[in-house]
């Protein structure tokens, strides 16, 4: 018999009931819950009579709506008044369920999939799923993690189960070591380009290969996350030394001697040799450049040093009806350089990149320079109020401040534009997040998803740039 | 949840691939909190031509003309025939939610999102998978015959054009039995309580520090 994959293991495990018609009732060991999908959830709840199956399987923090410039006031200074009812009805709910919540100003609230790693609450092994499509980032520890709808929301809410199925299993084996300036979110935009926004559909994706194994635990999260924008709602890495490091210690982690029974656990947590994958797709990463998209869907992406697509070199009438499509929203030319592209706005954070090591990656390009002055702001937020202390805490602030950024209070923010932090109509923006789809960052905003290097080289240049440039002078 | 068992409804064809699920309902209207009254701002950004604010009233709203659901022909429909990868993106069940609300009871494309297809299962709304030459064919059928119509037949897994022709579809027995009760997925699973209980205990036991770490307020 053929051995198992990360997934076979981390799905068998968790099955409560396998029903003769393929569907499965799958154990979940951890929901992070947020105020966004959430509401609704809780009501059902309450219509019904019924209570959380499990309430230490559940974390909650307000990201979403939450303002990220001084938010001394609390919840009732939040100003827009559909945002604030709706962080405090997640306050409302989780006080009457008895869940923990880390609050909009609890130094730990942040964006739930920065949150549930830096807790220990995210643990290899487990099951997590979140009213969210990044939460597959959760399975950089290999956990099997992934977004839910709210209906399921109050189901696993309700029953502590899920009602599923098996997916399929890929492969992404990535060899060969990525080049200076080159990080997992260029990584893991080219694999997007690969396979394509829907490539990954049906599938579980695990990362494997020699490079990942190099890959610090924010990188893998960084590539975990964006799994969705190929279509996997699951993306994995396998645990290794690197896993267990990151997790020891942790304030939800096991301690003492559950530590090393949990350890010893997890050493299992890996795809066997013998396993059988249904596709295995292979990626050269000393072969990858920094990765910039063009257009309006997280595939359409190119190296920093390409021209923007033309649609007469492409055969698929849907494709090429894609392409003229995104030209139009996004004011490019085909054959344009991405290089030539002006930008009117800078984002760093999001889930994708707002830990601590993309922080430093940023500080490190602004360190010493200045935001161009036809940027018209740009601005850094953290993905929890952890990172930004630990930011705070080796200076990085200073060096965002004084080269021009903003320096923000945690939260979603820019990503998706449910609190202020928006684009204008027609403006351009170099963004660290994960969807350049129409209108995402605000009405008629022009989105382009590149590295925390990428975007801070492109505020200080004004339009992109080849941040390895900027690193060999 | 809403039974679905046949629904026959005038097509509104959506010619274009991966819409997103920001495309079907943008982000300023997930504030709310409650599961009804996204109809008005389904597909927001292209079917007005101001910028939509959550709570607003849309009856004066200037409308795109050009967008399907804004010509007279399509106003009524209930079919949504759309391109590859439908629903991909953010995991909002306000998709399905807007989508139901203004009125649509089945979507038909070549191929969906994995969470959206599911989100809209738990609506009563049923995602049917037809391959892209057939969809193909429907779009050419939708564009010649103004008021086209689609019959979707979920007890017999087809759906059925103006002339008569047929066309099989797949769907999950699971799915399909609880869209044609209108079975709520909760009620079902608490049948189960005793396995969960079961599992639950050897879970307990073999991965402790996975119980009790989080204590609730």
Redesign the interface.
């Known amino acids: 018999m053929a051995g198992k994959t990360l997934y076979d293991k981390l799905f068998d495990a968790h099955i409560?009931?396998q029903?003769d018609?393929?569907?499965a009732?799958l154990?979940i060991?951890?929901q992070l819950l947020h105020e966004?999908?959430s509401?609704?959830a809780f009501?059902g709840l309450r219509l019904?009579g019924?209570k959380p199956?499990r309430?230490?399987?559940?974390?909650a923090t307000p990201d979403?709506?939450v303002p990220t410039t001084k938010r001394d006031g609390g919840v009732s200074a939040i100003v827009?008044p559909?945002?604030r009812?709706?962080v405090q009805?997640l306050d409302d709910n989780?006080?009457d369920f008895?869940?923990?919540?880390f609050k909009m100003n609890d130094h730990r609230q942040g964006i739930v999939h920065v949150v549930g790693p830096e807790q220990?609450?995210t643990?290899p092994?487990?099951t997590v799923v979140c009213?969210?499509?990044h939460t597959a980032t959760h399975g950089a520890f290999g956990a099997l993690a992934?977004?839910?709808?709210?209906?399921?929301v109050?189901?696993v809410l309700?029953?502590?189960?899920l009602?599923t199925?098996k997916?399929k299993n890929m492969l992404i084996k990535v060899e060969g070591d990525l080049g200076l300036g080159v990080t997992a979110k260029d990584l893991v935009l080219h694999i997007i380009g690969v396979l394509g926004?829907?490539g990954g559909?049906?599938y579980a994706i695990e990362f494997g290969g020699a490079t990942m194994a190099k890959i610090s635990m924010e990188g893998r999260m960084t590539i975990c996350n964006m799994a969705?924008?190929a279509?996997a709602?699951v993306g994995m890495v396998a645990v290794d030394q690197i896993t267990i490091d990151y997790v020891e210690g942790r304030p939800?982690?096991?301690k003492g001697a559950?530590?090393d029974?949990?350890k010893a656990?997890w050493a299992d947590l890996h795809s066997d040799v013998d396993a059988v994958f249904d596709t295995v797709v292979e990626i050269n990463a000393a072969a990858i450049i920094p990765q910039v998209t063009w257009g309006t869907?997280p595939e359409m992406v190119v190296a920093v040093d390409a021209k923007v697509p033309n649609p007469a070199n492409e055969s698929d009438p849907?494709?090429v009806?894609?392409i003229n499509?995104a030209l139009v929203y996004m004011g490019l030319s085909a054959d344009q350089l991405i290089t030539d592209i002006k930008l009117d706005r800078v984002f760093i954070g999001s889930c994708t990149n707002s830990r601590i090591e993309d922080m430093r990656d940023a500080a490190k390009v602004a360190q010493g320079r200045k935001v161009a002055a036809s940027i018209k702001e740009a601005i850094v937020v953290p993905g929890s109020g952890l990172v930004k202390a630990q930011a705070e805490a080796e200076g990085l602030d200073k060096i965002f401040v004084a080269a021009g950024f903003q320096w923000r209070e945690p939260g979603c923010s820019m990503c998706?534009?449910?609190n202020p932090d928006k684009l204008e109509?027609g403006e351009h923006c170099a963004s660290t997040s994960n969807?350049n789809?129409?209108?995402?960052q605000g009405?008629?905003g022009r989105t382009h998803l590149v590295s925390p290097a990428m975007a801070a080289a492109a505020a200080i240049k004004g339009t992109f740039v080849d941040v390895r440039e900027m690193m060999e002078a | 949840m809403n039974k679905f068992i046949q629904h026959c409804g005038i097509v509104a064809p959506l010619d274009r691939a991966n819409v997103d699920t920001d495309m079907i309902i943008p982000k300023q209207f997930l504030k709310s909190i409650k599961r009804s009254g996204f109809g008005v701002y389904l597909f927001d950004e292209i079917r007005y031509l101001d910028e939509g604010v959550a709570d607003q009233d849309c009856s004066n709203r200037p409308l795109n003309d050009d967008f399907i659901l804004n010509q007279p022909r399509y106003v009524q429909s209930s079919v949504l025939l759309a391109r590859v990868n439908f629903g991909c993106g953010s995991s909002r069940e306000h998709a399905p939610w807007a989508l139901e609300d203004f009125g649509f009871k089945s979507v038909i494309a070549p191929s969906f999102a994995d969470i959206f297809y599911n989100n809209c299962f738990k609506n009563g709304l049923l995602p049917v998978v037809l391959s892209e030459k057939i969809v193909e064919q429907l779009f050419s059928e939708c564009a010649a015959t103004e008021g086209y119509e689609l019959k979707v037949d979920l007890e017999r897994q087809v759906v059925v054009t103006p002339s008569g022709e047929e066309f099989a579809f797949e769907v999950e027995a699971f799915r399909k039995h609880c869209l044609i009760n209108g079975l709520d997925d909760i009620d079902l699973t608490m049948q189960s309580v005793d396995d969960i209980k079961a599992y639950e205990a050897k879970r307990k036991g073999e991965a402790p520090w996975l119980f009790g770490a989080i204590k609730g307020n």
């Open positions: 409560v009931r029903n018609d393929g569907s009732l154990y060991d951890l966004v999908t509401p609704q009501e019904a019924r199956w309430v230490d399987a559940n974390l979403h709506n827009d559909i945002s009812i709706q009805t989780c006080e008895g869940i923990l919540e220990g609450a643990l092994g487990a009213g969210d499509s992934h977004g839910i709808g709210t209906s399921e109050e189901h309700a029953t502590q189960c009602i199925r997916m926004t829907a559909t049906g969705i924008e279509g709602r939800f982690a096991p559950q530590w029974q949990a656990a869907s849907v494709k009806d894609g499509r998706l534009a449910m109509p969807r789809f129409e209108g995402r009405n008629g």
